[in-house]
Antibody, heavy 123, light 107 residues
Framework: QIQLVQSGSEVQKPGASVKLSCKASGYPFNNFAIHWVRQAPGQRLEWMGWIYTAKGNTKYSEKFQGRITITRDTSASTIYMELSSLISEDTAVYYC????????????????WGQGTLVTVSS | DIQMTQSPSTLSASIGDRVTITCRASQSIIAWLAWYQQKPGKPPRLLIYKASSLESGVPSRFSGSGSGTEFTLTISSLQADDFATYHCQQYNTLPYTFGQGTKLEIK
C-alpha cells in the first residue's frame, strides 16, 4: 500500500539544523510531489514547502525561505527536509504528505501523510 | 496569505447528531478546499477535496459544500469514530493555509 515513513524524533539546540527524511513506497516515486507541513503545539497546520519530485523543483513558504531546503534521492525513494537556525518556536511535529495528483506541476491537496516526526528545540 | 477561519473551534455533540462545521476564506478560493480529520497522535486523513468531492473510502455520512469564501463540512449522523479534530485547507494560492481546527467532542 501507499506509505510515507518518516525518520524518528529529534532534539536539537537553538541555532542548530535538523534534517528529516520521508521514505515513500507503494507508488511510482517520481510521479507525485511531496509537501512538508508542520504542527506546533496548539497551533494550526502550517505548509512549509513542496518538491516536484519528477524534476526536483521546489517552492517554499516565504516564512521559511532561507532556512529550509527540500531535496530528494530518487534511488532511495526518499525526500529530505532540512531546517536551519532552529529556534524554540520550531518545536513541532513535522509531516510529509504526498500531493494527490499524479505529475501535476501545480500543487494540490494532500494524501496520504507520513506518521510525523517530533522535533524539539531546547537548550 | 489567505486566512482560513473555522467555526466553531469546539463542538459538543452526541452520537446520531447531524453536525456542521464552517470554514471561511479571506478571499475567494473558488472550490479549492479540502477537509481533513485528525485524531490525537495521528496524521491528518483526507475526507473531502474540491469542496464537495468525497475521497474514496470515506463514509457517505461526510459531505462538503460551498464555493468562493464559505464552505461547510457536514456529518449527517455522528458515529463514535467521528470524534476528532477537523481541519480545512485552501489550495488555491501558495502558501497553502489551514483553518485553526474544530475539535468535535462527545456531549
Amino acid at each position: 500500500q501507499i506509505q510515507l515513513v518518516q525518520s524518528g524524533s529529534e532534539v536539537q539546540k537553538p541555532g542548530a539544523s535538523v534534517k528529516l527524511s520521508c521514505k515513500a513506497s507503494g507508488y511510482p516515486f517520481n510521479n507525485f510531489a511531496i509537501h512538508w507541513v508542520r504542527q506546533a503545539p496548539g497551533q494550526r497546520l502550517e505548509w512549509m514547502g513542496w518538491i516536484y519530485t519528477a524534476k526536483g523543483n521546489t517552492k517554499y513558504s516565504e516564512k521559511f525561505q532561507g532556512r529550509i531546503t527540500i531535496t530528494r534521492d530518487t534511488s532511495a525513494s526518499t525526500i529530505y527536509m532540512e531546517l536551519s537556525s532552529l529556534i524554540s518556536e520550531d518545536t513541532a511535529v513535522y509531516y510529509c504528505a504526498r500531493d494527490r495528483l499524479q505529475l501535476s506541476p501545480v500543487p494540490n491537496w494532500f494524501d496520504p501523510w507520513g506518521q510525523g516526526t517530533l522535533v524539539t528545540v531546547s537548550s | 496569505d489567505i486566512q482560513m477561519t473555522q467555526s466553531p473551534s469546539t463542538l459538543s455533540a452526541s452520537i446520531g447528531d447531524r453536525v456542521t462545521i464552517t470554514c471561511r476564506a479571506s478571499q475567494s478560493i473558488i472550490a479549492w478546499l479540502a477537509w481533513y480529520q485528525q485524531k490525537p497522535g495521528k496524521p491528518p486523513r483526507l475526507l473531502i477535496y474540491k469542496a464537495s468531492s468525497l475521497e474514496s473510502g470515506v463514509p457517505s455520512r461526510f459531505s462538503g459544500s460551498g464555493s468562493g469564501t464559505e464552505f461547510t463540512l457536514t456529518i449527517s449522523s455522528l458515529q463514535a469514530d467521528d470524534f476528532a479534530t477537523y481541519h480545512c485547507q485552501q489550495y488555491n494560492t501558495l502558501p497553502y493555509t489551514f483553518g485553526q481546527g474544530t475539535k468535535l467532542e462527545i456531549k
